[in-house]
C-alpha cells in the first residue's frame, strides 16, 4: 500500500454539481466515509468529509450556512489518475 | 517576503504544480488549540447550532441565544440555569458559551514566496445526561447528585485536520509560523 501511495497523484477542484452527485459516484467507486468536522475558511463554514478507499483519499468540502450565491463544494484528491478522471467528469 | 493566502484549492493545486516540476517541496504545519470566543452559538449556522438543540435556543442566526434547559459545561467547568444567555450577538461584553477549536497552517515557500493556507476545525459537541453534584450557585434545594444534561467538547478527527498529501512531500510540524 505503501508503494501504491508514492504513485498517487494529488488534485482539487470545485465543483459545480451537488454533493449528492459527488457520493454516488464515490460509493461506486467504493469509497467510504471515514471522518467529518466543520470547516471555518476565509470566514465560511464548511462540512468537510474524507472519504476513503485501500489507497486513495478524497475530501468534500460542502458551504453551509446562509448563501445567496451558488455553492461549489471543493474536492480535493489524492489518488490514481483513473479515479481523478472520474471524479472530474462528473464535477 | 511575500506572502499568498490561498483557499484549500488554490493550495492544493498551487502545490500539485509544484510536484509535477520534480521540485522537492518542504510544507509546514502547524496546529494550535484555541478557545478564545472566536466562535459563539449566535453566529454559527443552523448545520452546526443544530448540535446543540438539546440545550440550547435561538430564534435565528445572529440572535440571542439562550439555555433551553439547565446543563453543565463540562469543557469550561460553568454551570448554566434556564435561560441564561449563553451568546449574544451584539453585546460581546456578556461571557459566552465559546466553541474551542484548532487553528491549522499549512505553508510552503519557494523562490522567496509563502504560500498560505488557514483553516479553524471546530470541536464537536457532546451532549448526555450525567449525574452530577449542582453547584450552590444553582439555589438547588436538593443536596445529592441529580441527572443534568452534561456538555463536552470533543476533539476533531486527526484525518479533519490535516490535509492528505503525496509521501513525496515532506511535512514539517512547527509551533508557530512568523511572518516578516
Redesign the interface.
Known sequence: M?GR??T???????SFTSVGTIEAKLAELNFEE?????????GR?W??R?FENASE?I?V?DE???VIYMKDP?I?I?GNFETIEKIRKIA | MPFYDC???H???N??RI?ESHVKVVVNRSLIQHDDSK?GLSF?????FKKYETIAKRRR?RSTVYAAKPFYDNYHRRFHMEEDVLHSGKYHSIKSLSIP?YRVDYTFSIWNDTYT??????F?PQIKLEKREIPQHAKSNNPNDILIHTLNFLP??E???K??????VLVFDVKRMTRV
Not at chain 1, 498517487?8 to 470545485?14: E, F, G, N, Q, W
Not at chain 1, 471515514?34 to 476565509?42: P, R
Not at chain 2, 490535509?163 to 513525496?168: E, G, I, M, R
Open positions: 505503501e501511495r508514492e498517487l497523484k494529488l488534485k482539487s477542484m470545485p471515514v471522518s467529518s468536522a466543520t470547516v471555518v475558511s476565509d463554514f462540512h468537510k474524507i483519499t475530501t468540502s453551509v450556512g446562509e471543493v480535493t489524492l | 483557499n484549500e484549492n493550495f492544493i493545486e502545490l500539485r510536484l466562535y454559527i449556522p443552523d448545520f452546526e442566526t477549536y493556507h488557514s483553516f479553524d476545525v471546530l464537536t476533531p478527527d484525518k479533519s485536520i490535509l492528505s498529501l503525496p509521501k513525496s
